[in-house]
């Protein structure tokens, strides 16, 4: 009966234009995620559970071109769909499930016309053959971002926006997917990614590295690195060490520092997230800061062991448990900040009273506290110092309000029931209230919402 009624509407709709009950219409996915600091991140309509990226990058001329194969599922009926990748990329082809598709560039917008409209819930693959020369964008606090040329390769680190300038995606943190990167460069050279190292073949003057990583990964958490490196593969202390060393950079050590600190942090947060970790270490005194990309975070110089603590603690907070908007980067930056000060005092550097009492000692008037660290006012300061400060600062104070037992059972939950997904300050608050039994929002209020010096 429902059928019968289905159909008679159909065939009465359809009377002008048969070919509509074939292809139902679908509608454009938005061209961002609705992010209010970069509205033009991410795109709707979409999800992206695979990126397979073959890369050749030739270091002397700064040509990249490039061969995106990604895995999607559509989340609406979708006529056309856009991905992120900036214009001074040339697209050379697009397909949607092997098909052609036509496209069209506008400033970072890459727009997508499938050949047909896909159903709601369709999984699809799309292939995006491109090449140009990348650069880097300059960010709203004008610092490097993207594809950053170095003398000898590329420092390739991405957050916020810098995904766009060397692959095609959906590059909002809400999109989370898998990721293969293959990458060919000049036989000197070296090409470090994500996850684990599966094969490097030489030929005819150029190296293939391929990189494989498993775990769902933000798009600015992704980086294909290049340069003179000194590459190191091992199992050290029930890890695998994959690091990527200058060598015009002393580095003593480098592969052995990492199992403490993560030994150190697993105890306190729970196992570690990943199936390899390490690091690369440049030369590239221009870039002004580290990036904890994933599972192998990647430093401008030699790292502190604050700076390692640092970008190994974001392996849990920002990497595994991810924000779902810029406005709660406090998530990410307020506790690797705080396990800055955990592991200071674990090395008997520092207590975490001394570094909350240190930061907590800059005057009221200072303009510091005029910042709340879960509104930070604009994307010109994500990285600015109260996100960190007093976003670990923060988490003092939950923890001389909670105690210890309840502070390390919040961030455990925190990591595990979030693992590999997307969370905000909201969930954060609520959580901390139902694991410590307390009404919090108080505490929370003058902490992380309003400008001025909490009391203590
Ligand atoms: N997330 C980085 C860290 O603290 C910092 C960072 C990334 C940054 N991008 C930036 C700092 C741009 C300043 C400007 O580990
Ligand atoms: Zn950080």
Request: glycine share 10%; net charge negative.
């Amino acid at each position: 009966m429902k059928r019968l009624v289905a159909l008679t509407a159909a065939a009465f709709l359809s009377l002008p234009l048969a070919p509509a009950i074939a292809t139902p219409a679908g509608t454009p996915g938005a061209p961002g995620a609705g992010d209010p600091y970069f509205p033009g991140q991410g795109n709707g309509g979409y999800d992206a559970a695979r990126y397979d990226l073959t890369l050749d990058y030739d270091p002397s001329s700064g040509r990249l071109s490039g061969l995106a194969r990604i895995s999607a599922r559509a989340t609406q009926a979708l006529s056309r769909f856009n991905l992120d990748l900036v214009d001074t990329l040339t697209v050379r082809s697009v397909t949607v499930d092997g098909r052609r598709a036509t496209h069209a560039q506008s400033g970072s917008e890459l727009v997508v016309t499938p050949a047909r409209t896909l159903r709601r819930g369709r999984d699809f693959s799309i292939t995006v053959r491109y090449d140009g020369l990348p650069a880097h964008v300059i960010d709203p606090d004008g610092s490097m971002d993207g594809w950053i040329k170095t003398g000898d390769g590329v420092f390739n680190a991405n957050e916020p926006q810098g995904a766009m300038t060397w692959y095609p995606g959906n590059h909002h943190m809400t999109d989370k997917a898998a990721y293969r990167f293959t990458v060919t460069v000049p036989r000197d050279r070296v090409a470090v990614a994500n996850g684990d190292l599966v094969a490097k073949v030489s030929k005819g003057g150029r190296t293939t590295y391929v990189w494989n990583s498993r775990e769902p990964m933000a798009s600015y958490l992704a980086t294909v690195s290049i340069g003179r490196f000194d590459l190191t593969d091992r199992r050290i202390g029930g890890y695998r060490v994959t690091t990527a060393v200058d060598p015009t950079v002393q580095a003593p050590g480098f592969p052995e520092r990492h199992p403490p600190v993560l030994d150190f942090f697993t105890g306190l947060f729970g196992p570690y997230p990943f199936s390899s970790t390490g690091g690369i270490v440049d030369n590239a005194p221009e870039v002004g800061y580290a990036l904890e990309t994933q599972t192998r975070p990647i430093y401008p110089r030699a790292p502190s062991e604050s700076l390692l603590a640092h970008e190994l603690a974001h392996q849990w907070f920002g990497n595994s448990v991810t924000p779902t908007l810029w406005r709660d980067i406090w998530l990410n930056e307020g506790f690797a900040t705080y396990s800055e000060w955990l592991w200071a005092d674990k090395l008997g550097t520092q207590t975490v009273q001394a570094a909350f009492d240190e930061a907590y000692a800059r005057p009221a008037e200072d303009e510091f506290w005029q910042s709340p660290p879960a509104d930070p006012g604009g994307p010109e300061n994500l990285f600015h110092a109260p996100v960190y400060d007093r976003g670990a600062m923060t988490l003092h104070a939950l923890r001389l309000e909670v105690g210890d037992d309840a502070f390390f059972a919040i961030l455990r939950a925190w990591a595990g029931r979030h693992k590999y997904g997307n969370a905000d300050t909201a969930a954060f608050v609520a959580l901390s209230e139902r694991v410590s039994g307390e009404q919090l929002d108080t505490l929370f209020d003058a902490w992380l919402f309003k400008p001025g010096k909490p009391a203590m």
